[in-house]
């Protein structure tokens, strides 16, 4: 008998969890509370070569191949002055691919649009409000008072998880970082920089980076400090002028482009709060389990987000194909995938604190990155992870990983 699944949540861990559970020979039908996709949501992203490689587990590589742009390395400076060291973003994968930097829409639309035509059923306008473990499986219930009964539910609906909070109701909340995020997309500027390269900028008075687009265009984001957390109400009060009018004056003093970038931009985008999770205790009950940002939301300054998302995908479908029972796939899954989470999280809240330095770290900072130089390897942990779809997985309920990935 056919296995079915629920995935709550079509943002990019719903359709491509769906995708992976199809291919491992389980029925799965994704449920988004919105009543459209996520046409135009979102600024852009990078999808670290990580990420590319877990999709192409799937087959889903040259879905995202021609959106955006190659990422090659990244640099990191003090205003305007010469980076004070550069980065690279892990070793292509054998057919030349790596880390890429997309707009967030076209990852959504292009991930969306593969999983409906591999035969994935969507349904929109159906928030979930409760879930209950019901005659051997979940039953879903929703806010149009419809409901859905499969054998196994996942929560891939992100930051705010419903799936997360009837898993545990205690679960904590998402941690405040304090960083707000806007940017947007220059154009009609000439920078003297080569296209694909991303550079980091500690501004005097706010972080910042951009990279050039092979079109000419600069994709460009900054993290204007904010200590006390705001509402999305006060977020939102913020017009269009005012956050033009905000970023001028923090990079008044600085002397590389962050002002071009600013003016040369059409429309800056609304800004908004910074969260991740530096551990979620609990990850599944009762045949519902949750993956990507429910489970453990990284800040974006891990550039992980989505990849972390995308490998939690694989390994869950690999689990719940090669284990004995659900309960048993669960826990493997957990087993190989919280120890990496957790520690990009970590990794994305040192590279967060980073951005709001004080005067005397600034000072510092250079003769840092001349005293400490990590090679290539140091971060082979995070950009040099694969997974393998045809190696098997060994169901492990003592909680010890049975395989890498």
């Known amino acids: 008998m056919t296995i079915k699944a629920l995935v709550i949540g079509g943002g990019i861990a719903g359709p491509v969890t769906a995708m992976a559970l199809r291919r491992a020979g389980i029925e ?212 269009a002028d005012e956050w033009r009018a905000r970023l001028l004056d923090l990079f008044a003093e600085d002397d590389g482009p962050a002002r071009d970038l600013v003016t040369a931009t059409d429309e800056i985008f609304a800004g908004w709060n910074t969260y991740d999770f530096p551990k979620v205790p609990v990850w599944h009950r009762n045949r519902m389990i949750i993956v990507g940002d429910a489970a453990h939301a990284t800040s974006p300054a891990s550039g992980q987000g989505a990849s972390m998302a995308i490998e939690d995908a694989v390994v869950l479908a690999k689990c719940l194909r090669d284990a004995g029972d659900v309960h048993d796939a669960f826990t493997t899954y957990e087993s190989l995938r919280r120890h990496r989470v957790e520690r990009v999280v970590a990794q994305g809240k040192r590279n967060g604190d980073g951005k709001t330095l004080g005067p005397v770290m600034r000072h510092l900072l250079p003769l840092l990155f001349k005293l400490y130089r990590p090679g290539p390897e140091a971060m082979d942990w995070l950009y040099g992870h694969r997974i393998d779809w045809d190696s098997p997985v060994s169901p492990c309920s003592s909680g010890r990983p049975g395989i890498r990935g």
Request: net charge neutral; proline share 6%.
């Open 28 to 239: 799965a039908t994704v449920y988004e509370a919105y009543n459209r996709g996520a046409d135009g949501v979102g600024a852009f992203l990078t999808l670290a070569v990580n990420g590319v490689a877990a999709l192409g587990a799937l087959d889903l590589q040259a879905v995202v191949r021609d959106k955006g742009f190659a990422t090659t390395k990244m640099s990191i400076g003090m205003g305007g002055k010469k980076p004070m060291a550069e980065f690279g973003f892990g070793a292509a994968l054998p057919d030349g691919t790596g880390t890429h930097t997309i707009r967030r829409a076209d990852l959504y639309d292009s991930l969306r649009d593969e999983a409906v035509r591999r035969g994935v059923p969507t349904e929109y306008g159906k928030r979930l409000v409760a879930a209950a473990p019901e005659a051997g499986g979940v039953t879903a219930t929703f806010a149009d008072g419809s409901t859905a009964h499969a054998d196994l539910l996942i929560g891939a609906d992100g930051l705010r998880s419903t799936v997360r909070t009837i898993i545990d109701p205690g679960a904590p909340p998402p941690r405040y970082v304090p960083l707000l995020n806007t940017g947007g997309y220059a154009r009609g500027l000439r920078l003297d920089v080569e296209p694909g390269e991303m550079h980091m900028v500690f501004g005097r008075g706010c972080f910042y980076s951009y990279v050039v687009h092979p079109d000419g265009d600069v994709w460009w984001f900054a993290n204007p400090r904010q200590p006390r957390e705001q509402t999305r109400e006060e977020l939102a009060a913020v017009t």
